[in-house]
């Protein structure tokens, strides 16, 4: 069992060593640079979402089992024959099948909002599928899945042994967000040219004008408002108004 | 250029683009949705490219980040799952991986036939060796599933019905159940796959050799030959499959240990697949061919012998001419 724990911790070592070297941040993201150029942003999941999702499925598969018993009671033999297959396949198959034909996400990772992909951000197939939840069986030992866990929570990326081998990622599915609209107010220049950085965090705030609290927003505006010669009674509104003209709205 | 100038001249081709991954996506893509589809995304990632270049806001950064990420889904993939690859995979892609792992195969099959053939014949020298690894009760059990008198023979015997779909659930269940612990305990350094090689190897020749000493071999072989020549081999293929993987955890040479893993699993996944299409036939056979005792037993052990034959012919043979697809 050590030895198992140790080939876990040693992989892992191994691929932190690694990303650690691309991203100095604190920080779970994972960036993917596609062949265009462009890095994109992924999320792995981490153990908490992940248990959560396995519990669902869990729950799932046992309430089909019960279904497959009942066929068991009610169609005699060749029901005790469906419900013998439908066992096996609910213990090796579910996920598999799950995820290579619903885009990596079983029902629970679904409900969680998780999904599988390759560590290259291309979709899961069988042969990932496969390997990931045979290699399942060595995750569960010695009960609990206690050397997945202690492997996800050792790995930079949270993959248990069985994505390791795979090459495979849980992440936050990537869902359309609903863009807000800027408050309604006058566009008015700022008093001073403002660097990049500066224009881009004026932008950040008047975006997330309906994320914030009203009080919380009066006190991030009264900081910055005397720099940029803004009465601090109109500080929230001339910060939205330096926004809009930055982002070129009347 | 202002960001608002710059959305409001791009907004439509976003649009556009999403329609046509969200169409791609449901898997009822029309030709008009294919065309073009390259360089749409090219232009999504260079406005991507853009955005951030230029300071554009965090939303729309991900609002195109989102489309991207869409569009890269649809874009690069593994091959697609088909007909055709499931052709190809049993005519080409598998024979040739397991005349390519030849090692790992003689290894595997080493350790499981050696076992086998050891303790048959041990077992025939010293009758009281089997109470060793078997118990009693389960040898009791084994005598009364392979007793000439019966009409079914096996496992199936003992259940007292004639429908096979039990059994041939019961079969898959078990049988696939071992092939893939073989393999998958292979990720232990390759020691779980020897264990269960030799387990299933000394198990197995244990019960040969018991079976052929009391004189019920005559219906153990015929019914274990049968199905034997897929069953057999595919536990021997799960071995080979789970030694791989436990070789490139030992040595992985230049690569690092999660690279060699990663090569290796492909490999390993390929015999795997292998493996359990042969469980499937295997359980078949045994369900429906090898349980019946009407047959004769000259019938049931020349066709035993041709499956052998054939599962030997088609895995040297087949494969080592490449067709186009």
């Known amino acids: 069992m050590y030895s198992l724990l140790l080939v876990g911790l040693f992989l892992n070592n191994y691929s932190s060593a690694h990303s650690s070297a691309d991203t100095l941040l604190l920080d779970t993201v994972v960036y993917l640079e596609t062949p265009e150029g462009i890095c994109l942003a992924l999320r792995p999941a981490g153990l908490p979402v992940r248990v959560l999702a396995f519990a669902i499925d869990l729950l799932l598969r046992a309430a089909l089992l019960a279904f497959a018993g009942a066929a068991w009671l009610y169609l005699g033999k060749f029901g005790l024959g469906l419900a013998s297959i439908s066992a096996f396949l609910l213990l090796w198959g579910y996920m598999v099948l799950f995820e290579v034909f619903n885009q990596g996400r079983s029902p629970g990772k679904q409900i969680m909002g998780l999904q599988v992909i390759y560590s290259d951000g291309t979709p899961i197939n069988w042969s990932g599928s496969l390997t990931r939840n045979l290699l399942r069986m060595i995750d569960l030992l010695p009960f609990a899945y206690c050397i997945g866990i202690l492997c996800m929570l050792n790995s930079a990326r949270f993959q248990r042994l069985g994505d390791l081998v795979a090459g495979t990622l849980v992440i936050y599915e990537v869902r359309p967000t609903q863009r807000k609209s800027l408050a309604e107010v006058t566009a008015s220049p700022s008093a001073y040219p403002l660097t990049r950085s500066e224009q881009h965090a004026l932008l950040n705030f008047a975006e997330r004008q309906q994320q914030l609290p009203k009080q919380r927003s009066e006190e991030l505006a009264a900081i910055i408002a005397p720099a940029l010669h803004i009465e601090p009674a109109q500080a929230v509104s001339g910060l939205y108004a330096i926004a809009r003209s930055i982002l070129g709205l009347r | ?325």
């Not at chain 2, 090692?103 to 303790?119: G, H, K, P, T």
């Not at chain 2, 955890?249 to 999660?258: E, T, W």
């Open chain 2, 1 to 325: 250029m202002k960001q608002a100038h710059f959305e409001t001249l791009q907004h439509s081709t976003w649009q556009a683009f999403a329609k046509k991954v969200q169409a791609l996506d449901k898997g009822h893509a029309q030709a008009e949705h294919i065309q073009d589809f390259a360089q749409d995304y090219r232009r999504i990632c260079q406005h991507l490219a853009l955005a951030k270049q230029r300071g554009y806001s965090e939303p729309l950064i991900e609002d195109l980040q989102q489309l991207v990420w869409q569009g890269h889904q649809q874009f690069y993939r593994h091959k697609s799952p088909t007909l055709e690859r499931l052709l190809s995979f049993l005519i080409v892609d598998f024979p040739s991986t397991m005349r390519q792992q030849w090692r790992c195969i003689a290894v595997s099959a080493a350790l499981f036939f050696a076992s086998f053939a050891l303790m048959a014949v041990l077992t025939r020298l010293f009758p009281n060796l089997i109470y060793q690894l078997i118990s009693p009760a389960q040898v009791a059990h084994m005598e009364s599933m392979y007793d000439p008198a019966q009409r079914l023979l096996g496992p199936i015997s003992l259940r007292n019905h004639q429908d096979d779909w039990v059994m041939f659930g019961f079969y898959i269940i078990n049988n696939i159940g071992i092939a893939f612990q073989t393999f998958a305990s292979g990720l232990v350094f390759g020691l779980g796959s020897v264990f269960f090689l030799l387990f299933n190897g000394l198990h197995i020749g244990a019960i040969a050799g018991h079976l052929t000493r009391i004189g019920y071999g005559e219906t153990f072989w015929p019914f274990v030959l049968g199905h034997g020549a897929f069953e057999l081999t595919a536990v021997v293929i799960a071995g080979a499959a789970g030694l791989k993987l436990g070789a490139a955890l030992i040595a992985p040479g230049a690569i690092s240990r999660v690279a060699a893993l990663r090569a290796a699993s492909t490999v390993s996944i390929t015999l795997m697949g292998g493996a359990i299409i042969f469980l499937l036939l295997a359980a078949f056979i045994e369900a429906y061919w090898s349980s019946s005792n009407s047959i004769a037993v000259a019938i049931k052990i020349s066709v035993g012998c041709g499956l052998w034959l054939l599962v030997l012919i088609y895995l040297l043979t087949s494969g080592r001419i490449r067709h186009a697809p």
